[in-house]
């Protein structure tokens, strides 16, 4: 269909066109009503976009997809979570095993202080895939939610899966202090540094972030690899004996061997990270190669520092979780399961806080 072209060539105007020549020629053509749909769940005001939604779905009830997207346009367009939830059972109800409603409903109810038809999707999404990342982090909400703390605790393992360690020196350095600050320098000048804001839509706000920041020329750079190579053979060495908690879907999935996919982020007055997790990855962690001295132990709003367990994306807090914060410090790298809330807190005081953070991915 010449829309949906024109669509996947990001030409709305043209895509809007052929759609209204079409829908002209036979109003109820659904083809024809989804390319519709969808071009207004984009493009058109929502009302306009829910109005599409409403056509297509009494044409075509029997399409999950279609009941899937209608409750997206209600969750994040619209802001209208409980409007969403109907939307995600009747998916779910067409294709219960579809992961996207059921996480997605699982957010919804969050919203809405639902947490047991929440727990209930994660639950139902979790027994197929232990490992599912989305629906562990929101399980752990829930269960904080429903005072289920030690259920929750398990989970992020504070201490023995979620914890610090400090960084070997670098082969060819005197200490961390002069390794940091060429690391710093390295990542100011690298040229993968973007400084508009969260350009790849990561959870950044404010202040600059480099992509694929293992990916440069630079003796600091190489250097900092090898070492992190180090900690995350030491972490995996210090974790529990999968044997003590077998169904623990952190220790379950322990990777033979792991891909790293990292980044970087300058952040300075007002810079943070929102509450979120990192759906692709089995373990996660950042670096701090530069901290401001405004950043210190005894402030009891934590400016600065890394906090764990906050749910993001519009999540509210219950009040009922485990937070949980440590002060960054120049040469720790914190690891923590990827499944785990955590954020940055924001800070001011005119230095700069330089990270790298990363995941593993399994292979």
């Not at 990916?215 to 972490?235: I, R, T």
């Amino acid at each position: 269909m010449t829309a949906r072209i024109a669509r996947r060539a990001n030409d709305p105007i043209r895509a809007k066109r052929h759609i209204d020549a079409a829908l002209e020629a036979a109003p109820d053509y659904v083809p024809a009503r989804d390319v519709d749909a969808r071009w207004a769940g984009d493009e058109a005001p929502v009302g306009t976009a829910i109005r599409a939604y409403q056509r297509l779905t009494v044409l075509e009830p029997a399409s999950w997809s279609a009941w899937y997207d209608f409750g997206n346009l209600h969750q994040a367009r619209a802001e209208d979570p409980a409007g969403a939830v109907g939307c995600y059972k009747r998916a779910l109800a067409l294709a219960p095993f579809e992961e996207g409603p059921a996480m997605n409903l699982a957010t919804a109810a969050l919203k809405l202080g639902d947490s047991p038809v929440a727990l209930a999707a994660c639950e139902d999404v979790l027994a197929r895939q232990p490992g599912h990342i989305r629906a562990n982090a929101l399980a752990a909400t829930c269960y904080y939610n429903l005072g289920r703390s030690n259920d929750a605790d398990r989970l992020v393992g504070w201490g023995s899966l979620t914890r610090p360690y400090t960084l070997p020196v670098p082969s060819g350095y005197a200490d961390l202090d002069s390794f940091n600050r060429e690391l710093a320098a390295a990542i100011r000048r690298h040229p993968n540094r973007r400084d508009d804001w969260d350009p790849t839509k990561r959870a950044i706000r404010g202040g600059s972030l480099v992509t694929d920041v293992l990916k440069h020329d630079d003796p600091a750079v190489a250097a900092f690899a090898g070492s992190l190579a180090v900690v995350l053979d030491q972490y995996v060495k210090d974790l529990p004996p999968a044997d003590r908690d077998p169904e623990h879907p952190h220790l379950r999935a322990i990777p033979a061997g792991y891909a790293l996919d990292a980044w970087a982020n300058i952040l300075g007055d007002g810079g943070h990270q929102s509450g979120h997790i990192h759906n692709l990855g089995w373990l996660s962690g950042v670096y701090y190669a530069e901290v401001p001295a405004s950043v210190h132990d005894d402030d009891p709003g934590h400016a600065g520092w890394i906090e764990f367990n906050r749910p993001g994306y519009g999540i509210p807090d219950s009040g009922r979780a485990t937070f949980r914060a440590l002060r960054p410090q120049v040469g720790m790298v914190v690891l923590f399961p990827s499944y785990v809330w955590h954020r940055t807190i924001p800070f001011v005081g005119g230095d700069e806080r330089i990270s790298v953070a990363f995941d593993l991915h399994p292979r």
